[in-house]
């Protein structure tokens, strides 16, 4: 079964200091992962993925993440925080060998981090 | 830019009752999911639907819960007789067949069963 593990409830950071949220994973093949993030009252948004290829990869407003096959770890991160970043961030997985030929594509998710950036 | 949208935004409703869920997913999605997220807790996976079908389902997703695609826009969650621990965030999610892999999220509906 695949699974997600995001160590910290919450990360505080200085504005304009390099963030990092952590994600790391466990599934039986090769994983699809994914960052997702929710401000308050909102739905998820995508922040970026990874498939194949580079091991960083970047998505939307400035983040990227790395993907580390040997320490199965995914971390968020950016160069250089703002206050606007402070929000609850969800890293996924997907299992594409549970991949079942009906099309399912379950997503796995973390429990979440609390991101504060502070002025 | 094309994004889900869910009706309504928050739903209070009596233990025992019937609620529907609305949603309605980017046009050319043909994959369509639910999931929801108690306060506190992870997003958990519900059901997918494609073709017309359930192509996969959690174990929360009980005979109390029913999905549907009633028309060529709307994709719909019932729960037949509401529980206490029904009360969750509900998002619904959306995903293009061929091109990418990543679920496009809905703003969700707030259920509370009193």
């Known amino acids: 079964a695949q699974s997600v593990a995001q160590p910290e409830d919450q990360v505080n950071v200085a504005e304009g200091n390099p963030l990092t949220v952590k994600c790391t994973y466990s599934?039986?093949?090769?994983?699809?992962l994914f960052w997702y993030v929710q401000y308050p009252n909102r739905g998820l948004q995508f922040l970026l993925k990874y498939i194949t290829g580079d091991n960083l990869v970047k998505g939307s407003y400035g983040f990227e993440a790395e993907f580390n096959k040997s320490q199965t770890s995914f971390h968020l991160k950016k160069p250089s925080a703002l206050v606007s970043d402070s929000a609850l961030y969800f890293c996924a997985v997907r299992d594409p060998a549970a991949y079942s030929g009906a099309g399912s594509y379950q997503l796995t998710f973390g429990k979440g981090t609390k991101l504060s950036v502070i002025p | 830019e094309p994004e889900v949208t869910q009706t309504p935004s928050h739903q209070v409703t009596q233990m025992g009752q019937e609620v529907i869920l609305r949603c309605v997913p980017i046009s050319n999605h043909l994959y369509f999911y639910w999931y929801r997220q108690i306060l506190g807790q992870k997003v958990e996976f519900l059901v997918s639907f494609y073709n017309n079908e359930i192509s996969e389902k959690s174990e929360i997703f009980d005979d109390q819960f029913s999905v549907e695609r009633p028309d060529g826009s709307n994709f719909t969650l019932k729960i037949r007789s509401t529980k206490l621990e029904d009360s969750a965030m509900y998002f619904c999610?959306?995903?293009?067949?061929?091109?990418?892999?990543?679920?496009?999220f809905g703003p969700g509906t707030r259920l509370t069963v009193l």
């Open positions: 999610a959306s995903s293009e067949a061929l091109r990418g892999y990543e679920q496009f």
């Open positions: 599934v039986s093949g090769n994983p699809y």
